[in-house]
């Protein structure tokens, strides 16, 4: 089946440094990903649907210039979290479709990656 | 607005018990629907999907039913074990994936 990892699966930083997060589909190609964030006991919560080669759409309430997304490769999305602060401490977790399926289809999840900025 | 509800929002039976949990969505122009495993500080297992053309979907001891009509779906797990324990989530998939609050369970050997 289709495979989603994420690296790190922990992070801890300290406030005001940058943070990059890496999504990778392991065996297939995924024109669109997707990132997620959920706070403790709180429900997933899209942040943004990156394409590859073009700019990521965020979701309303998510800045952009603050969580930064590249999709550079269809195997590869990053989450750039700039200037991190407490508030940003949370679990994000990506996600990835098959070419030509969008959001419509199955997503693929990677593990997650557990944020605490200090 | 699409929304996705679960209840109960946690659930605690003994070993051994048949449950269901419930997903309400307020828009049934829904794709497909998914259901999630999460246990604690870890990612997402998808468990079952469901085409908006479906009306159940089966894995094992799981079972996922879907009725657009009335924006419902079910989880039915038969037998429960104390490794089912975890949090369940259902996402209604638009344009986007609209995830549910999610259901804690706890089976208690």
């Not at chain 1, 942040?47 to 309430?61: C, F, I, P």
């Not at chain 2, 209604?92 to 804690?104: A, E, H, L, M, Q």
Request: charged residues 15%; contains cysteine.
């Amino acid at each position: 089946g289709a495979v989603v990892s994420q690296h790190p699966s922990r992070v801890i930083c300290k406030s005001g440094t940058s943070v990059k997060i890496e999504c990778r589909s392991l065996d297939f190609q995924a024109t669109t990903m997707f990132w997620y964030r959920q706070f403790p006991k709180q429900s997933l919560m899209l942040m943004a649907t990156s394409n590859e080669g073009s700019k990521a759409t965020y979701e309303q309430g998510v800045e952009k210039d603050k969580f930064l997304i590249n999709h550079a490769s269809l195997t590869l999305s990053t989450l750039t979290v700039t200037s991190a602060h407490p508030e940003d401490s949370s679990f994000y977790i990506c996600s990835a479709s098959l070419p030509g399926q969008g959001a419509t289809d199955t997503q693929y999840f990677g593990p997650g990656t557990r944020l605490t900025v200090l | 607005k699409q929304e996705v509800t679960q209840i109960p929002a946690a659930l605690s039976v003994p070993e051994g018990e048949n449950l269901v949990l419930n997903c309400s969505f307020t828009d049934s122009a829904i794709y497909n629907l998914q259901w999630f495993r999460q246990d604690p500080g870890k990612g997402l297992t998808s468990l079952l999907l469901i085409q908006s053309s479906q009306r159940e979907q089966t894995s094992g001891r799981l079972n996922a039913s879907l009725d657009k009509s009335s924006g419902r779906s079910t989880l039915y797990i038969a037998a429960s074990q104390p490794g089912d324990s975890a949090t369940y989530l259902c996402a209604g998939n638009y344009d986007k994936v609209i995830f549910g609050p999610g259901t804690s369970l706890s089976v208690i050997p």
